[in-house]
């Protein structure tokens, strides 16, 4: 099979079509437990995907122009985000390696992809105030070893004179180790957070059609409260939600979406990937 999953491609392929909209298409991605937990206690990365469903993961990132998270989640998980073993000659050897655990072998296609490798790579988005962001990160190893593309931290430059100045100096060294600084405009001292209608505005106008959120905890609350029923206001697409079979237990990190989201948000389909149930959910 050299094409998505049928679930993702019933999912996602009318992002193929973007008629006119002034921000991506937003797909809202996670993994959690029987009991809602999305990591351990004090924040300890879980692999809560079986292999099957990691497989399905990697393919929905060859289907979006970016991915993004919070600085929460690239400091405590070093993640690489990109769509992983996709050079299909370095397991050419290993064909049973190549079912079960990555995309299936294919020949690069610039034409299609806009660079060398055999899937399209998404572009890492990072929700960072303050520029928290780590330069010595494996997002910033990943973009220059060519394993990925240049990540892009979405921040706000402070108007305060002497937080600026470490802010600029965070900057530079963020810059010079290969990561693009986008600061937003915005009333900085009266929001807690990047207000997320900006964040995509903001990317869309940087070419990015279709975005994948794949949390953490913070970001994934954050973009359930932009789901709102049949209203133009509504900032989310789909939701694709993978569910382990397993507990993890009440310390364990929650998204806590309380009530929002859930009647806007209509059942689509739910598939098995091996022991994972994945439910797909979008605003009609
Ligand atoms: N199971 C899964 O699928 C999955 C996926 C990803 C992560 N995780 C887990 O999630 C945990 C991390 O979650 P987290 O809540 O600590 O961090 P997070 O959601 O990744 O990042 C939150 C931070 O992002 C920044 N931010 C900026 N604008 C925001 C906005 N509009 N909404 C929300 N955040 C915004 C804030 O920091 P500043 O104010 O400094 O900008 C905020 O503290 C880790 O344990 C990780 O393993 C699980």
Redesign the pocket.
């Known amino acids: 099979m050299t094409s998505p999953p049928a679930f993702l491609s019933s999912l996602l392929d009318r992002y193929k079509s973007p008629a006119g909209q002034s921000r991506p298409f937003v797909t809202l ?4 437990s029987l009991d809602a ?4 206690r ?5 692999i ?2 079986g292999r099957e469903s990691m497989v399905m993961t990697h393919w929905m990132r060859t289907m979006h122009d970016g991915i993004l ?9 070093d ?1 690489q985000l990109n769509s992983r073993f996709s050079n299909a000659r370095e397991f050419s050897n290993l064909t049973f390696l190549v079912s079960a655990r990555y995309l299936p072998p294919r020949d690069p296609d610039p034409s299609v992809n806009g660079h060398n490798h055999s899937y399209n790579l998404p572009r890492p988005i ?5 520029l ?1 962001f780590d330069p010595h990160c494996k997002l910033l190893k990943n973009y220059t070893e060519d394993k990925g593309r240049r990540p892009w931290l ?3 430059e402070p108007s305060e004179s002497n937080e600026k100045k470490e802010w600029m100096i965070r900057r530079n060294t963020l810059e010079k180790a290969g990561a693009r600084v986008v600061p937003l405009e915005y009333d900085y001292d009266t929001q ?5 209608p900006l ?1 995509l505005q903001t990317i869309h106008r940087l070419g990015i059609l279709s975005v994948m959120v ?10 359930l409260l932009q789901t709102v029923a049949q209203s133009a206001s509504s900032l989310v697409d789909t939701v694709i939600i ?1 569910v382990a079979p397993i507990f993890v237990g009440e310390d364990g ?1 929650s ?1 806590n979406a309380g009530s929002g989201p859930s009647s806007a948000l209509k059942h689509a389909s739910t598939a098995m990937f091996g022991q994972d149930t994945v439910v797909g959910l979008f605003l009609p």
């Open positions: 991605t996670f993994a959690q937990k999305i990591a351990g004090g924040g300890k990365q879980l809560l995907s998270i919070g600085i929460g989640t690239a400091l405590n998980d993640p990072i929700l960072d105030t303050k928290r979405i921040c706000a807690e957070y990047l207000p997320i964040v794949e949390g953490g905890a913070q970001v994934i609350r954050s973009f993978t990190v998204y």
